[in-house]
T-cell receptor, first 113, second 116 residues
Framework: AQSVTQLGSHVSVSEGALVLLRCNYS??????LFWYVQYPNQGLQLLLK??????LVKGINGFEAEFKKSETSFHLTKPSAHMSDAAEYFC???????????FGTGTRLTIIP | EAGVVQSPRYKIIEKKQPVAFWCNPI?????LYWYLQNLGQGPELLIR????????DSQLPKDRFSAERLKGVDSTLKIQPAELGDSAVYLC??????????????FGPGTRLTVL
């Protein structure tokens, strides 16, 4: 079985500052890991994913995440926050070969001008 | 290319009434998912279809929820009768299940249900 824990339901950062959203996972098999973004009244959009290979993955809008097996973490970062990054972010996990996604509870990111 | 289409976007009903949600997946996508998203929570899978077949409906409350995907394209999710606790956003997603070991799911905007 898989599970995801997102630390911090709300994160506020100043425009131009580093964004760090935390995600820890639990999986009994090698995991696939994802970050999704959800803007108000919209569906989820895939930011980036880790399946196999390079542990540092780059996504859209300047975001990246690093898979750390020893820490069971997949934290999302962006060097410089932009006002348009304000949204809800979800970390998700699935087992290899299984498309069922298990989501965390989400982190609401607020950007302070 | 059009994305996943859902209707209605918003629905307000009284408890014990029936309600139905409709989803049109991206053209050519053979896999369709219905998720439930409660306020302040991440989405939870209700049911997954491979073409017309429901291959994972273990989380669907079958006493009041039903779903169908006729002809392997559009899908309808129904609740009868609705309860106050069913107030949530219902998300539809689709993907193309091919030879890759993972197939990206594309999400629709969701239907926000309010049960009074």
């Amino acid at each position: 079985a898989q599970s995801v824990t997102q630390l911090g339901s709300h994160v506020s950062v100043s425009e131009g500052a580093l964004v760090l959203l935390r995600c820890n996972y639990s999986s009994s098999v090698p995991p696939y890991l994802f970050w999704y973004v959800q803007y108000p009244n919209q569906g989820l959009q895939l930011l980036l994913k880790y399946t196999t290979g390079a542990t540092l993955v780059k996504g859209i809008n300047g975001f990246e995440a690093e898979f750390k097996k020893s820490e069971t973490s997949f934290h999302l970062t962006k060097p410089s926050a932009h006002m348009s990054d304000a949204a809800e972010y979800f970390c998700a996990v699935s087992a290899y070969g299984n498309e069922k996604l298990t989501f965390g509870t989400g982190t609401r990111l607020t950007i302070i001008p | 290319e059009a994305g996943v289409v859902q209707s209605p976007r918003y629905k307000i009903i009284e408890k014990k009434q029936p309600v139905a949600f409709w989803c049109n997946p991206i053209s050519g996508h053979n896999t369709l998912y219905w998720y439930l998203q409660n306020l302040g929570q991440g989405p939870e899978l209700l049911i997954r279809y491979e073409n017309e077949e429901a291959v994972d409906d273990s989380q669907l409350p079958k006493d009041r929820f039903s779903a169908e995907r006729l002809k392997g394209v559009d899908s309808t999710l129904k609740i009868q009768p609705a309860e106050l606790g069913d107030s949530a956003v219902y998300l539809c997603a689709s993907s193309f299940r091919g030879l890759a070991d993972y197939n990206e799911q594309f999400f629709g905007p969701g239907t926000r249900l309010t049960v009074l």
